[in-house]
């Protein structure tokens, strides 16, 4: 890259210029979205802003898009770059040209090997199998005789009767021989594995004519499992509820049940499937699931029981009676009789399938007629009356005996709903204490806490799902009378299916959640990355939204406490970057109390606390942290560089903003804080603080930008405020938008805003000044007015006196000695300016260092070397970005403002008073000529003759001009004297207003306001480091626990 940049070619194609047009070379328009810009050699670029892309076009020896990563002004350095004060920078991902050589090679290690080698060996057979038939299927579609042929053996089958069998045996013949034919064929020599592939073909097209013979050959003897579809797990033959099984716990009954729901979702796509290979696949996903066999079961917990043949057979008979599959025969007949190879039938993990699926048919068989079936058939029609009851949410307590379904209070459904959770879920609180009270035997403590359905939803957490808070506190009262404060904690921190625990569910029961705080994990984090307190915080439909939000946040700084922790905010962090303090709807103070907080750290989009507070309309937020000393309420959101004021539409929010801002600047009188396009016009807003103490507040008033201009050019005639950079203002105001990418005129905006708003903020120091700005038609008026009076008054008024020597002595003297001083001023702001810029760059350059070298530790293949660049930070800066360009900005303005002064006083002592010096010695050598050449000038009238007359006459025509010389020469030296001293008399009021300015805006507009800044960007670093720290701590705490 050093090498390009030394190249004219390569930097003159990254300059780009303004003056440019908005059409490509062959005339037509750009859209709005796209703009066009020519570089320093004439090339051509195109600026899409909606995407943030840069496209090369004309001129550029390949086309390339790149994209933008930052954007930034940077303020003149250089003592030769003249062309203006600041320069857009915009940081590209890649170079326009040129070709970018990498000059460090990354030692690579030996790559771990594939943690399951068998994956990616099946993975490459897939692969080439689907390669395979899709040259098979592309041979048969090039090649029509084919499939002429294919047809006609399809056909042949077609034919045979529809009740008379499957005939297995015609298509397995038509697969040999469609096979010995194509073997011996050229055109399938080459593809492997080709009597699989003859096979597939052939039952993919002849599958739907099987299977109508297949389920015709079983209609009569299908098994039939429509009155068993309420069968309870409790009813399984199994060692789960035997009576000698003595340590029972309901824990094993969930955790089959939640194997018996996968394997129901495996086993229900039986009926979709449409070849022998997806029917074995659905059986055996089937089985596996219930023997917990299958790799993406493994982190589930391990069978509570022995799972023997016996076991498997019952749990698949509960599978199949629940799922109500149809034509279990038929579909056992199918993978027992077309399977491509017979010995996957008869071995393996196929064949154990399958025998495990004919066993059941054969159990379904042995029961028909059976004194056992009827039972089994009256325990579902029970369970099913009993939950028709409990889900009626008319059943009233007296309409409901629940003694007699005594015998079924150990059902549970399809979901894992006992009877108690059937009761919290329909409201019946009543028959929920019931059950409790009386049939303790069936429902003792152990079973409430281990009760669970198949989300993992406790009941405890099924009653605040289903906002039964009556049953919530029955429950969380009973577990406080009832356990330990280790089961409590371990009961209240038991996460569901989607990661939540009771916490994350308590956003409307501050009752529960301050009994039970001190127990619940508040680091807990739900699969969305939410933790319990996040969850309460985002919750806005509570009505008590403030006292749930305090309770529980107070609960959560006991439970750090009593674990010997500082509450860390970090900890409660979404994965877009909100902290509590984005998500928080009112009472933020809580949080603001806290010192280990950032309140103006952004989300993944770029978005402040104070941003959302704005955008939302959060009032009571905004007034709060706005008074926080460690809010910064400019920080700009990136790519938009959109602020807090920006975002705030309701004006009680806007006002709130403003008055803490205008507070910040120089004196507090104005602030500049929007250019609005109002049709036809664009207008500024411009805050004005009126009144004082108790009588204090403040208007925004509109100016339109015509009138502002016609201002600035009044008060530049006017030599009101002269050592204001007003006419630079006006070049800048003429500039607004010239270059046109929206990023960079919404930077260019937002400096010039402070340009404007520390003009305002000397000129409303004057009282009348004030008054008029309050009103725009008034302050055109004054305008107009002062404007014809500068008009008519160009003439520099006349002294009466003519300035003596002395005097512009004196005014030389002092000149001088202020041109010290402004020059001493002014090369000291120039060195502080350039010292904070070369300071960014440096802190630029060793951020970027930093993160290119630790990007390297990725690109390492052993462990142990990315170790080397793990956590690589740097955290010693003692200034933010933000604070040096605030620093930069004022320093420029008050430079500026001394430039001003200091090229006045340099154009009275080089010009203006030398022009009167020398003007003052021609005076004194033409008076000295007049004095010699007309010492006694009298007139005699008195004739003397011809010759007499000539030479009287022509004396008189030399004094005549000598004198008209003098004349001249004393108008000139009366002018430039005139000019001096009005110069000066005015030069030396602007110097005295400029030292109380000077002092006063250097340590309220430069330094406090920037120091202040740079704090607060610092204390937001601290808590990031803290951050940092926390996270390695846990990883560290984490891989000890693992070790372990």
């Known amino acids: 890259m050093s090498d390009l940049c030394q190249n004219h070619d390569f930097v003159a194609s990254h300059i780009l210029l303004l003056q440019h047009d908005t059409h490509d070379h062959n005339g037509s328009a750009l859209s709005a979205s796209q703009i066009e810009f020519k570089t320093l050699n004439d090339k051509r670029i195109v600026v899409r802003s909606s995407t943030g892309e840069i496209l090369t076009t004309e001129g550029f020896p390949l086309r390339r898009r790149v994209c933008i990563q930052d954007v930034e002004l940077i303020t003149n350095f250089s003592d030769y770059l003249n062309g203006s004060e600041k320069f857009a920078l915009v940081h590209i991902d890649h170079p326009l040209i040129g070709t970018i050589i990498r000059k460090i090679d990354i030692p690579r290690g030996i790559t771990q090997k594939s943690s399951n080698g068998s994956d990616a060996r099946g993975t490459l057979v897939r692969d080439l199998i689907q390669k395979s038939w899709s040259s098979f299927e592309n041979i048969l579609r090039l090649h029509p005789d084919w499939s002429s042929i294919l047809n006609g053996y399809f056909n042949r089958y077609r034919s045979t009767p529809l009740t008379e069998g499957p005939y297995e045996e015609v298509f397995r013949m038509i697969v040999r021989k469609v096979h010995a034919k194509m073997v011996n064929d050229e055109l399938f020599q080459k593809i492997p594995h080709l009597y699989d592939l003859i096979f597939d073909y052939v039952e993919l097209n002849l599958f739907d004519d099987i299977w109508i013979r297949v389920v015709n050959l079983h209609r009569k003897d299908e098994i039939d499992t429509e009155r068993l579809q309420y069968l309870s797990i409790n009813e399984l033959e199994t060692e789960l509820y035997q009576r000698k099984y003595e340590k029972f716990q309901l824990q094993n009954v969930t955790i089959m049940e939640k194997k018996i729901n996968l394997a129901i979702n495996s086993f229900v796509r039986l009926p979709l499937t449409h070849n022998h290979a997806e029917k074995a696949d659905c059986l055996i996903n089937t089985l596996q699931s219930l023997s917990n066999t299958r790799e993406q079961d493994m982190d589930m917990k391990n069978i509570p029981i022995t799972m023997d043949a016996d076991t498997l057979m019952s749990f698949f008979v509960l599978v199949i009676c629940r799922t109500k599959i149809k034509n279990i025969k038929s579909h056992l007949f199918y993978l027992k009789r077309f399977s491509k190879d017979e010995n996957s039938i008869k071995f393996g993990i196929l064949g154990y399938a399958i025998s495990t699926l004919e066993a059941v048919v054969l159990y379904f068989d042995g029961l028909k007629g059976t004194e056992k079936l009827k039972k089994m058939q009256d325990n579902s029609y029970n369970a099913r009356k009993l939950n028709i009851l409990l889900s009626d949410k008319s059943t009233e307590q007296d309409t409901l005996d629940i003694s007699q379904f005594r015998n079924y209070l150990e059902l549970r459904t399809s979901q894992g709903e006992s009877v108690l959770s059937q009761c919290i879920i329909n409201d019946k609180n009543w028959l929920f204490c019931e059950l409790l009270k009386n049939y303790e035997e069936k429902f003792p403590l152990e079973d409430l806490l281990d009760d669970e359905m198949l989300d993992g939803s406790t009941l405890l957490i099924q009653a605040l799902k289903f906002d039964n808070s009556e049953a919530a506190r029955i429950i969380v009262e009973i577990l406080q009378h009832s356990c330990t404060e280790e089961e409590l904690r371990s009961y209240v921190n038991r996460a569901d299916k989607c990661g939540r625990t009771v916490a994350h569910y308590l956003t409307h029961e501050m009752d529960i959640l301050e009994s039970i ?29 403030e006292s749930v939000v305090s309770a529980a946040f107070r609960s959560a700084v006991q439970w750090y406490q009593a674990n010997g922790e500082e509450f860390q905010f970090s900890d409660h962090e979404d994965n877009k970057g909100n902290t509590l303090l984005h998500i928080i709807k009112n009472n933020v103070a809580i949080l603001l109390n806290c010192d280990n907080i950032d309140v103006n750290c952004a989300n993944r989009k770029g978005l402040t606390p104070l941003m959302i507070y704005a955008r939302y309309n959060r009032l009571d937020n905004v007034k709060k942290i706005i008074c926080d000393q460690r809010i910064i309420l400019e920080k700009s959101q990136y790519p938009t560089f959109s602020n807090s004021f920006d975002y705030a539409r309701n004006p009680l929010v806007l006002k709130e903003l403003i008055s803490q801002e205008i507070k910040n600047t120089a004196f507090g009188l104005a602030f500049v804080h929007h250019l609005k396009y109002e049709a036809p016009s664009w207008y500024f807003h411009v805050t004005v603080k009126i009144g004082t103490g108790a009588d204090l507040k403040y208007k925004t008033v509109k100016l339109h930008i015509k009138t502002l201009q016609s201002l600035f050019q009044v008060l530049v005639k006017m030599r009101v405020a002269s050592f204001l950079p007003l006419e630079k203002t006006l070049k800048d105001l003429s500039n607004i938008y010239k270059s046109r990418i929206p990023s960079v005129v919404k930077l260019e905006i937002f400096h010039f805003f402070h340009m404007l708003t520390d003009c305002f903020d000397v000129l409303l120091k004057q009282d009348h000044f004030k008054k008029l700005v309050l009103r725009e038609s008034a302050l055109v008026s004054w305008i107009r007015s002062q404007d014809k009076k500068c008009d008519g008054l160009r003439k520099v008024q006349k002294r009466r006196n003519s300035v003596k020597p002395e005097e512009i002595g004196i005014i030389t003297s002092f000149l001088r000695f202020n041109l010290g001083e402004l020059s001493a001023v002014k090369l000291r702001l120039m060195i502080m300016k350039k010292l904070l810029l070369f300071l960014n760059f440096k802190n630029t350059d060793l951020t970027h260092s930093c993160k290119l070298f630790s990007s390297f530790g990725t690109e390492y293949d052993l462990a142990q070397n990315r170790l080397l660049f793990k956590d690589l930070e740097l955290g010693c800066w003692v200034f933010g970005r933000d604070a040096i360009v605030t620093f930069v900005r004022e320093i420029v303005f008050l430079e500026n403002c001394t430039k001003k002064l200091l090229d006045d006083v340099e154009q009275l002592l080089s010009v ?23 010492p006694n000038l009298t007139r005699n009238n008195v004739g003397t003759g011809i010759i007499a007359s000539f030479f009287e006459g022509k004396r008189e025509k030399m004094e005549s001009r000598l004198s008209s010389d003098l004349v001249d020469c004393k108008k000139k030296l009366t002018k430039v004297g005139d000019r001096i001293t009005f110069t000066h008399e005015v030069l030396a009021e602007e110097l005295s207003k400029y030292m109380e300015f000077k002092s006063n805006f250097f340590i309220n507009g430069i330094l406090r306001r920037a120091v202040k800044e740079n704090i607060n960007i610092l204390k937001g670093r601290l808590v990031e480091m803290h951050k940092r720290a926390s996270y390695r701590r846990n990883n560290k705490d984490e891989d000890n626990s693992s070790d372990i």
């Open 517 to 545: 705080g001190k127990y619940i994990n508040w680091r807990f984090r739900d699969s969305n990355g939410h933790t319990p307190l996040f969850t309460i915080f985002r919750c806005y439909d509570q009505q008590n939204y």
């Open 912 to 934: 203006d008073i030398p022009e009167w010096w020398k003007c003052y010695g021609e005076f004194l050598e033409l008076h000295k000529i007049y004095r010699q050449k007309f």
